[in-house]
């Protein structure tokens, strides 16, 4: 069962049945619909013929002598009374009735076209060339033919053929039956093959008329037991189950000379019946139906389609050795590891090949039974089956245990259970980039859920609201050696989308490095003994004395984390975007980050130094000291983080958005003048006195107008509410740090929500004229279309809480659809892309060879070892240097 | 000396070709120094070139090749016509603009095509950066314009040997961030653009620059790039004037009133009178001024009407149609072609709105609908900033090498207008891929995903009976090199790891 592969598929070639070939690998012909007889055998030359494969236990295949599984199944054959279209041919046939004389065959076209259009096909190759450019050339060629009346080969009078969807031909009105389509197709030589398309080599036009029809495996088409012992047959049985009945009638009237009529009726029902055998929706036919009501699902639903063989069986597989649950988060692990619950573990197993040398160890293990515990009662690793050589699998438990051990020899192999230091892949489905499906080591944990470290949570846009996850253990050394080197979450921190973190710190990581930097506070030394003991630190910061007792500084603390020789400047988000903002901090050091020789200097850390997708020192650590010192630095972080926040304790409540009486007045009051200024405006426009914009009419306009008024309103009292709040308030320590949420939140919670919109405009749907009944028609004023002046705090009046509700479903609406776009969207680019791969020349090649481009992304540098998209980044280098040679 | 072009049929031509030095007797006044003609075929485009040794007027003889069979008047003793590349006819018209139509015959000026010196990239470049991009292939190290542009300062900055090891730090920087050989960029190009599909927004519209225009961005615009839609929901194009006239107000708006398409409709009532037969157009007067239209405008579209009397009342400015034919129906008709009758502009384009750039003081225009052809061949306009966002006109008009970075510059907008940080280098792919076969080709089943080598692959994305069904037709063989199509059959891939193998070579000892 181990073992790589041995052979490799070359390629595949594709090809039509002909008749005998389908009778040569038939086993058996099938004569008989019915199926089993009272005793529930297969009847003989019925559709479940033994020679067609076994399904049953017990019983053995009367082809192969295989068993249930060990048959692959065999084919069989139906002799169809009369021939019948191949409803999948059908254009091809309409072309090729078009095209031919009736009477000798021949392409109409004349020697010198032929030769012609020769030369076109002599450059393409049916079995590799483009189908499209295949498809147009002999399309040129049939379309010349077929307008020709009279053939040039034997100057007989030609026909117009009309096709009836969708399978009956007609010539001038007469039915052209199958069987003479089928001679017609018989005389078109080899040698006129070429032009329709046609590969002479495996395709014969006649062949697309069917005398024989294959029947599949019984494997194919199983037939399941219900528990009340009653037998329900597979569509397809019950298909040709149908085509067989038909058949048959069919070759009896005709053999004892039944008027024409009824010969015709029955053809045309077994027609019907082939038809529906291969595709169940064809157009311009009712689809056949069980006794239930409900349609078959016949030979080309099978494969179309999301739930088709092709999509979900082939392209997708379920696979064993996985478990899915809930998930949960555990700072005190390493992102890189994972916790798995004990229930899991016990059953999840991952193969161990036993050889001389460790033979002596698997003994012990399998020793150990399924459930060995150490004197702690703790987890340990143990077996649960055993698989002798000849693929026998024997279970362990705890009684037979010891006795197997013993039984245990080289080349057996041993099912051991989940052990801590396992590498297995974890994945939170969509799985929309690389990022979503990593290695993890494994830890047991107690308790039912996986357990992983917060900073992974952005890759694998994961949450605790109830999301579940799966877990894959790997099966083969090859797969481990893999998942460890190119896999494992610490290989993934640089994101190949844009070349920076995407693992880094979120929430209350930014919030606590924050704190702990801003202003660079000082900590007593008890407090900062308790936060360093979360660390594996083995020296204390740089001490400082002040009246005579020891305190630590907040970015001595942090230094900790850092690697040594690690040179950084940069700018914190606290000042990023407007100079008002940056202004408004009482101490210049606080925006500058400035590190040196891995110590903190000065400077504020937040997102824009450790959150994810920005995180600057992570990214620098990374390229500087590799993947693992990134990986520790997360961590360390992680636990530093908790530390700092459950000593110093951080939470906000409704009581933060408190603001002074005044400030309350002064929105109130500008938001009564904005109302005032909306319905000044609505007078204008009513008096017909408005200017309209350019380009726009009046009532635009009006609506513009009236919406930067209610934009510029919500904004100043954001500006209101937030002078009262600064940056002792959790939630404005929080907006600004990069955690969580905008100023823009907070001025809606203290402030006031403001308009509300849906597609980008104020409300107005609803009511002839109006949004809601408590309006009048012609009410066009704010309040009428959803501004809400209240704040989330004071709480919305009931109006404007359904103008809210409009504006806030928009939202959900959106989602849905875009979710399903934006898939869909992804599931192209994968097809289309999947294919291109760099070559050792740098060159981005597809399957066939061609070049799409010269250098990768023009300058050959992988996006995920870029410097944020960059080459290189200069700077950096340069101000290294310079650090270097001070 | 003069040249002439003229319009004939092409047989006529291929004829005197072929007879080399002869006669031609033409039915127009040649003046009598003409030594050159250009003639076309289809009026538009001039594939012939005539040498004339000399003209003469015309006499009957047989030694002649004749244009017509009467009215000839001029014989042209020709000593050679050379098929040429094909010229438009703007080439010969100067002076004025857009000529579409050209009568049979006329004499012009030579086309006179100006040669621009090809500049290479480096000439442009400082003396400062060539000189750091020296430096820099001394130590076998390529360097791009753009880091080189970078390290100029440091040039200053630091001591000699210093940039020497700044150098040789970038070189090593260069080389670990090579990419991988086997690398399946492919698929990430896929995930990077599509991973952040889902966080844009679906609003559809947004204003961009001007607060009168909507232009779809976002999602749906970013579907519409991979899809190669053949024409985007708003197109719109940024028009940049010539440097000379970008801060002329006067010339803006003239540009303005040679852009936008207006009907009559757009500017005047139209009245139906049943009783008179007549039709009464009613200039409103804010709108004429909007679109800046006057009268004369007005009266000179509807003498390009046919079968209508015009009347025009000077004092109230209103003008009167009658259809010449009194009948129902001619009303009727002739009332409907008035409310469409174009007064000026470039078809296609709906509205053009001028914008001063508040920073430059210098006029862009704005418009609503996009014609890139006819735009860029209007005087005024700068035709190398002028920009549309239709990328399939701009592989039409441009070619495919400006398809591509269109494709590229629209992806790289829409992303980064919603925030979104993609590298460029994925979008380079995505454009490289839709249009490296020479033509734009969408990201789906009609295009790339269509044109697959691989049965299996393609049956398994879209519409699977249909490729394997001629799949055997064909006797198509699957040569299993793609990705899709091996984990169908069960093997692994051929990216990555997977296209590598390792061989473990025994020690002999």
Redesign the interface.
Known sequence: MTGG?SK?????????LSPEEVRKMSQVKVITADTYDDDGYPIERGLMDLHMGVIEPGLKCATCGGKVDECPGHFGHIELAMPVVHV??IK?LKTLLDSTCKSCGRIKLTEDEMKTYKGRFSQLS???S???I??LNSKKATDEASQRMVCPHCGTQQNKIILDKPTTFREEGIKVTPKEIRERMERIPDSDLMFF???A???RPEWMVLTVLAVPPINVRPSITLETGERSEDDLTHKLVDIIRISQRLRESRDNGSPQLIIEDLWDLLQFHVTTYF?NQTAGIPPARHRSGRALKTL?QR???KE?R??SN??GKRVNFSARTVISPEPFLSVNEVGVPEKAARELTVPVTVNIFNLEHVRELVKLGPEPRNEFGKYVAGVNYIIRPDGRRIKITTQNAEENSKRIEVGWVVERQLAEGDIVLFNRQ?S???MSMMGHTVRILDGQTFRFNLAVCTPYNADFDGDEMNLHILQKEEARA?ARI?MKVQEQIMS?????PIIGGIHDHITAMFLLTHGNPLYPEDVTVHMLSYLDVDHMPEVELVGGKKFYRGRNIFSLLLPEGLNLRFTSKLCSGSKEKCAYEDDPLDKEVYIVNGKMIHGTIDEAAIGS?SGIIIDKIFRKYGSAAAAKFIDRMTRLGVAFLSSRGFSTGISDYDIPDNAITRIEEISTQAIERTNKLIETYRAGQLQP????SVEDTLE?EILSTTGVVRDESGKIASTYLGLTNPSVIMARSGARAKMLNISEVAGMVGQQSV??GRLNRGYYGRTLPHFKTEDIGAMARGFVKSSYKAGLNPIEYFMHSIGGREGLV?IA???S???Y??R?????????????E?R?RD??G????FK????????T??D??D??D??Y??F??EQE?E | MSTIIFKDTKKNLEALKKKGTYRYAVDSDVPIDTKLAYVTADKKQFIYRIIISSVEPYTESTELLEKKKTDLKSVLAVERVDSIDPIPLSEFRKSKKRLKEFSDFETVELPTIKMVEKATYVDTLSPGITEIMAIASAKKLEL?V??AE??AH?KE??SPE?FS??LD??GV??D???????????????????????Q????T?HFAGV???NVTLG??R??EI?DARRIPSTPSMTVYLKPEFEESEEVVMNVVKELENTTILDVADIITDITEMTLTIKPENNKMK?RLVNNSDLLDALAKMKGITVLSDKESKEIIVKPQQESFKRLYQVQEQLKVQTIKGIPGIK?A?ARIDQATSKWILYTQGSNLKEVLEIDEIDANRTYTNDIIEIAQVLGIEAARNSIFNEALRTLSEQGL??????L???A??MT?GGSVRA??RQ???????????R???EI??KH?????????????????EN???G??I????G?VNLVYRLNKK
Not at chain 2, 187 to 196: K, T
């Open positions: 592969i490799r598929i070359y390629r595949i070639q594709f090809a039509l999948g041919f091809e049916f079995a590799t483009d189908p499209e295949i498809g398309g046609l590969n080599e495996v395709a595709d080309v494969l179309k389609g088709g092709f999509r082939l392209s969509p929309l980039h690389r893999e190119i190949p989308r844009f070349g920076g997708f914009a350019p380009g726009r513009i597609r980008g959106d659809v875009r979710t776009r934006s898939g969207m992804q192209r680019l994968i097809n289309a892309f999947e294919d291109l791969k760099v070559d050792e740098l981005v399957t066939i061609a070049v799409i481009q990768y992304g023009e300058d050959g540098v992988d996006p070892r870029s944020k998209g080459t290189v200069v700077d280098l340069a290294n240097l040679v | 791009s753009s880091v970078k390290l440091y900055k630091l210093n090891k700044l730090r970038i920087d260069l670990t961030k090579k990419i991988d050989p086997h690398e399946a960029v492919g698929i990430i190009a896929a995930q990077s653009i599509g991973e952040p599909g889902t844009m927004t679906m609003r519209f607060r009168e225009m999602l749906p970013l579907i991979v909007e509205r709105i940080e993609v590298d460029q280098r994925h380079m792919l995505v490289d891929m490296f990201v789906g295009g790339i995903s269509g044109r697959k080598s691989s049965v299996l692959a049956a398994a994305f699977t009976t394997l069904l001629r799949a055997g037709l064909l006797g198509e063989v699957d040569p299993l090199t793609g990705v899709a984990i169908i059959v093997q692994p051929t990216l990555g790891t296209a």
